[in-house]
């Protein structure tokens, strides 16, 4: 054995080696054969037409607003102090109840929209959310 000299053993192969080709051809006609029947074999049931069209009944959405000087607007339309509670209750016990997003201005006093969103608990309103505006 001597170091150093090419032995004819140290030959590049040329041929391409088969086997895992032909190996994983193999499993995939196995995977063909055995799926291809459980494909074919199904019952053929002539299905009635019907209309399940699902019914999505989206509950509306209050909009209550608190301007800069403590007034609420249901809406857009002005609502007093005194009203407010009331209309809070006839809305809560609408069927879908609706959701109601309460908007405060920036300048408004917390207490203001404390007592909004206190009001509209107590009508039973479950769907209370706040809306802002995103920072730029």
Known sequence: MAFGTQDDTDEV?????MTPLVDVMLVLLIIFIITVP???HSVNVELPQASSQREDVKPETLRLSVDATGAYYLDGSAV????????????AARQPQ???HIRGD?????ERV???MALAQQ???RKIGFITEPQR
């Open 13 to 17: 192969m040329n041929e391409i080696n």
């Open 38 to 40: 459980v494909m074919k």
């Open 80 to 91: 007093s102090d005194d009203a407010l509670p009331a209309v809070l209750q006839a809305e």
């Open 98 to 100: 609706p959701e109601l």
């Open 106 to 110: 920036k300048a408004v006093r917390y």
């Open 114 to 116: 404390a007592k909004a």
């Open 123 to 125: 009508a039973g309103l």
